[in-house]
């Protein structure tokens, strides 16, 4: 499971910039559209153009707007921003900042602080990831449901319990949120399990 995010780095220094960058492509979970500015001036036509899910910035650029206008005026209220911190920063500064990430902090804590903003589409992705996958047995059972067998029927060809193949279906339907036989067909249509022809055939 990869989380996809557009990250925009706004840093002066181009050695800090690349840093960051290297350490990004190092965590796991994630994979990340860079766009790097050296400019304060660029933040605001540069999120307005890319749209991306998260700018990391040195506060320092934060010149002539507070986060909250940023994100109002770029069309982008959902942007998540991180303070690039490698000094000490007044606290009132950070307090707009909906993260912030230290050059000192290792790979594991990166990936934590952008975990923790993103639970919610982790959580989404990887009830998606799950939906897609069938075993070869649930394969196996989304077939003879689509040809019409019962589940005992079922259980006799496939040398399982009637209670095991009800088990089986209710994981199908819970993965696939499909909870009809006609949706299972169209499922294992669109997936090549069966074809047109063997349609309740047992």
Known sequence: MNINLKILVAEISSIVRSGMEVQLKRLSGFRFQ????????????????????????????????????????????AIKCIALLYNLTDRSVLRPF????NIYDTNDEIR????QL????????????????????????VVCVVKGMTNRAIADRLFLSTHTVITHRRNIARK????????LTVYAIVNKLVELKEIGKQ
């Not at 934590?112 to 975990?115: D, R, S, V, Y």
């Not at 696939?176 to 949706?183: E, M, P, T």
Request: charged share 30%; aromatic share 2%; with cysteine.
């Open 34 to 77: 860079l766009i790097e500015i050296a400019r304060s001036e660029l933040i605001q036509e540069t999120i307005r153009t890319h749209k991306p899910d998260i700018l990391i910035v040195n506060p320092s650029m934060i010149i002539g707007f507070t986060i909250q206008q940023l994100k109002e005026e770029c069309g982008c209220p």
């Open 176 to 183: 696939l949120q499909i909870h009809s036989a006609s949706g």
């Open 98 to 101: 909906d993260e912030k990430i």
């Open 112 to 115: 934590q602080k952008l975990e």
């Open 118 to 141: 993103y639970a919610e589409k982790i959580q989404n992705t990887a009830e998606n990831d799950e939906q897609q996958i069938l075993s070869a047995r649930e394969k196996e059972i």
